[in-house]
C-alpha cells in the first residue's frame, strides 16, 4: 500500500470569487457543509446567487432553497442588474424553491426530506439554503435542530453536494451547529466614524489553511470583489528577493554621484517633502527615465495624468511619447472612501500585467487616508514593499510633511526608516531673506553617500543639485521621526 498524499486531498469547489478563493486557498471543500453569517445588508444573498451562477458556468448544477426570505420574483430581479446573471440557466441548471411551507407543515423532517430530493432530483453539485434561522425556530430543542444539520451534513457528503446555509446574526456565543458543520464564514459591514467597510472573516475552515483576519470588500456591479489584507497574503513574499547589483538612474542633474552611482535596483525609497517643494517634478524625472526594458508606472492619488503630461511637458520631459511606446502608464483614482487592500492589489496588478520596473506612488498619505486602522501602516507598507521588491520593482514613494518651512521633519508612522531601504528629505528653509530649496540624503542601504545638505533648484529644464549650501547646518535633533501615529492625521495637500 502505498502513501500517497495527494490522494488524500479532498477536491475543491471553487467559488469562482477570485478573492475569495484565495482567502478559501483555492474554495470550499467538496462535499462540505458551510455557515455564511451575516448581519442583514451585508450582503449574504448576493454572495450566495454568485456562487450559484459562477458554479454553473463552470459546469455543475445548483439549487437555491429559500425560508423567510424574499419572492423568488423579486430576489432575481435585484439580481438581474448583476454581470455574473445568466437567465438562460434558469429552471434547468439553477433551481429556485421555496421551502418554507414543508418547514411549516413536516417540521425539520420534512425539510430535510425535502433537501435530499431536490439534491437527488436536479443532480445539484451545490445547494444553497437561504434562512437557516427559520429552520432554527422550528426545531423543539438544540439536540433536534443539531440532528438536522448532522443528517444534511451526511447526505451532502454522500452526494458531493457542497451546501451554503445562509443565517442573520454576527460574531456572538459559540452556537452549537457552528461546532458541526465544515465551516463558518462571517460578513460584516461596519461604521467607522462617518464611512462603513464590509468585510468577511472564515472563523472555521475544517481540513484546510485559511487566510486568517478580516479581508474587506466591495459589492459592485460584478456582484461582491473580495480583497484579501495585504498582510495576510503576502506574509511570505511570493517571489525570492535577488541581490543588489543594479544601479538605477533617478533622472535628477547631480543626483547620482551623491549616492554612489543611482538607486540600486529594486528597492524602495521615500522622499519627503511639504508642499510644492517638488516630489512630483522628482517623479517625473525618474519616469523620464523608462524604456521597453524599464516600463514605468505612476500611481497617484492628486494630480490628475492630464496635468502630470502639461507639467512634464513645461519641463522638457517627454512623456507622451514614453505612453505612445507602452514604456509608461498612469494609474489614477480620486480621494474618496477608498479601501486600503483595494489599493494595494490594484497597484500590484498594474505592475504585474505590465511589467514595471520603475514606480512612483504620488503619494503615501493617499494610502494612509484610505485606512480605518492606522496601526496597520507600519505592517501594510513594509508588506507592499517587499512584494514590489520581489517583483524587481524600484519604488519612489512620495511623501508630504506637515511643517512647510524648517529643519524639523516628523513622519506619522513609526519606524519608517526601517520599512525602505533609502530616504531622501526635500525641505524649504529660509537664508538671508530668501526661501532656499535643500536636499539631505538621509540614508541609503548598502550603498556610501554624500551627507552634505544640498541646494536644489527647480527651472524650465527641470531639478537640478547646486551643490551643499554654505554657511547653514541643521542640529542634531532636527529630523525627528515621530512615534506610533497619532489620531490627528496630516492632510495630504495641506
Not at 6 to 20: F, M, N, T, W
Not at 74 to 96: A, G, S, V
Not at 347 to 362: F, H, N, T
Not at 476 to 481: F, G, K, Q, T, Y
Request: one cysteine or more; glycine letters at 10%.
Amino acid at each position: 500500500m502505498t502513501d500517497d498524499r495527494h490522494s488524500l486531498e479532498l477536491e475543491r469547489v471553487p467559488s469562482g470569487i477570485a478573492g475569495l478563493d484565495t482567502v478559501l486557498r483555492g474554495g470550499f471543500l467538496k462535499g462540505g457543509v458551510y455557515i455564511i453569517q451575516g448581519v442583514p445588508g451585508a450582503g449574504k444573498t448576493i454572495l450566495a446567487n454568485q456562487i450559484c451562477f459562477n458554479h454553473v458556468a463552470a459546469g455543475g448544477r445548483a439549487a437555491y432553497v429559500t425560508l423567510l426570505a424574499e419572492s423568488h420574483s423579486r430576489m432575481l430581479q435585484h439580481l438581474r442588474p448583476m454581470r455574473f446573471f445568466d437567465e438562460t440557466i434558469i429552471p434547468d441548471r439553477l433551481y429556485y424553491i421555496s421551502a418554507f411551507n414543508t418547514l411549516e407543515e413536516d417540521g425539520l423532517s420534512g425539510l430535510r426530506d425535502l433537501l435530499q430530493r431536490e439534491i437527488r432530483a436536479h443532480h445539484a453539485s451545490l445547494l444553497i439554503l437561504d434562512g437557516l434561522v427559520a429552520a432554527e425556530e422550528q426545531a423543539g430543542s438544540d439536540r433536534e435542530f443539531k440532528k438536522f444539520v448532522h443528517e444534511l451534513q451526511m447526505h451532502a457528503s454522500m452526494n458531493d453536494c457542497t451546501v451554503l446555509l445562509l443565517t442573520s446574526g454576527s460574531a456572538g456565543p459559540v452556537r452549537a451547529e457552528h461546532t458541526m458543520v465544515d465551516g463558518l464564514i462571517e460578513l460584516d459591514d461596519r461604521l467607522f466614524e462617518v464611512r462603513t467597510e464590509r468585510s468577511l472573516q472564515v472563523r472555521k475552515f475544517r481540513g484546510s489553511a485559511s487566510l486568517r483576519g478580516r479581508h474587506p470588500f466591495r459589492i459592485t456591479g460584478d456582484g461582491l470583489v473580495v480583497y484579501p489584507r495585504i498582510e495576510a497574503m503576502y506574509a511570505v513574499p511570493a517571489h525570492p528577493e535577488q541581490p543588489l547589483r543594479t544601479r538605477v538612474a533617478t533622472g535628477i542633474e547631480g543626483l547620482d554621484p551623491l549616492i554612489g552611482g543611482g538607486i540600486l535596483q529594486a528597492t524602495t525609497t521615500i522622499l519627503v517633502g511639504p508642499t510644492g517643494i517638488g516630489k512630483t517634478t522628482f517623479g517625473l524625472h525618474f519616469l523620464a527615465q523608462c524604456s521597453e526594458a524599464e516600463p514605468g508606472l505612476l500611481f497617484g492619488f492628486y494630480e490628475t495624468p492630464v496635468r502630470l503630461r502639461d507639467k512634464a511637458a513645461s519641463l522638457g520631459i517627454d512623456l507622451a511619447t514614453l505612453e505612445r511606446q507602452g514604456s509608461l502608464a498612469f494609474v489614477w483614482q480620486a480621494q474618496g472612501e477608498s479601501i486600503l487592500d483595494e489599493l494595494a492589489h490594484r497597484l500590484l496588478e498594474a505592475v504585474r500585467s505590465r511589467g514595471v520596473r520603475r514606480l512612483v506612488v504620488d503619494g503615501l498619505d493617499g494610502f494612509l487616508e484610505s485606512s480605518i486602522h492606522p496601526d496597520r501602516m507600519s505592517r501594510f507598507l513594509s508588506t507592499l514593499s517587499n512584494e514590489l521588491r520581489g517583483l524587481g520593482v524600484t519604488s519612489l514613494f512620495l511623501w508630504e510633511m506637515r511643517n512647510l518651512i524648517g529643519s524639523a521633519v516628523q513622519v506619522p508612522i513609526y519606524g519608517v526608516s526601517t520599512l525602505v531601504e533609502n530616504l531622501i528629505i526635500l525641505r524649504y528653509v529660509e537664508v538671508e531673506g530668501r526661501i532656499r530649496r535643500l536636499l539631505s540624503i538621509t540614508k541609503i542601504r548598502d550603498s556610501g553617500f554624500d551627507p552634505a545638505l544640498q541646494e536644489f533648484r527647480i527651472t524650465d529644464a527641470g531639478i537640478g543639485i547646486l551643490g551643499p549650501l554654505p554657511g547653514y547646518a541643521v542640529t542634531p535633533d532636527a529630523l525627528a521621526s515621530s512615534g506610533p501615529v497619532s489620531s490627528e492625521r496630516p492632510s495630504p495637500r495641506e
